[in-house]
Every structure is written in C-alpha cells, then in structure tokens.
C-alpha cells in the first residue's frame, strides 16, 4: 500500500513536503502522480509526475514551485511545495501504477494527506 504524509496547516509563502511511502511496494518499479482535490471540486488535478514514458512533469499551474523526487533507499516519493498559495490547499494523493508481467497493470492510491494554506 501507499502511505501519504506531510500535511497540515501552513501560511502563505512557507513550504512543506508531501511523502508518498510504499509499504510492501517497490516504489521505484512505478510510475508516481501526485493528485489533488480542491474542496468542492468534482475532479481531481494532476500537479506532478515522474512516469517512464513522459518522464517529470507538472502541471501549468504549479510550475516553477513543486518539485517531484525520489528516494529509492527510502522507498518514498516526495512533493516539496514551495511558497505555498491559499489555492494550494487541497487533499494531495498519490498514485502509482506499473505493468507486471504477471499480474498486468498494478494500480494504488495513497490514502491522502491534507493541506491547508491559511493566514
């Protein structure tokens, strides 16, 4: 399973990191997305992935302040959100997916972790 972490209250222009962990999963057999979900949306937005067919990449909207990363000895994806903006505040997930030649296409999802930017 995924275990997400790192959430909670900060202010305008700080920073924080988001931790997507794999227990029991070898997180760098993966490709890795980084999802959120603003309150009151239906959907939810991409805003960062490291994928072996598009490589790393990130949405428009959160270019030149997110950063997606790994650590393989830690077996954990990282989001680092810089000067974080009220519009931030979503529920951030991630997901991993990998074609096993077993098994097919293995897909999880972490749990969330919550983010709220405010005053």
């Known amino acids: 399973r995924l275990v997400d972490s790192g959430g909670g209250l900060v202010h305008p222009g700080e920073s924080l990191t988001l931790s997507c962990s794999g227990e029991?999963?070898?997180?760098?057999?993966?490709?890795v997305t980084w999802y959120r979900k603003t309150p009151g949306s239906a959907d939810e937005e991409a805003v960062a992935?490291?994928?072996?067919?598009?490589?790393?990449g990130y949405a428009d909207s959160v270019k030149g302040r997110f950063t997606i990363s790994r650590d393989d000895a830690e077996n954990t994806v990282y989001l680092h959100i810089a000067r974080v903006v009220v519009e931030d505040s979503a529920e951030y997930s991630c997901?991993?997916?990998?074609?096993?030649?077993?098994?097919?296409?293995?897909?999880?999802w972490g749990q969330g972790t919550h983010v709220h930017v405010s005053a």
């Open positions: 029991g999963v070898e997180l760098s057999w993966y490709d």
């Open positions: 997901y991993a997916t990998t074609l096993n030649p077993l098994a097919g296409r293995v897909s999880l």
């Open positions: 992935w490291q994928t072996t067919f598009s490589g790393t």
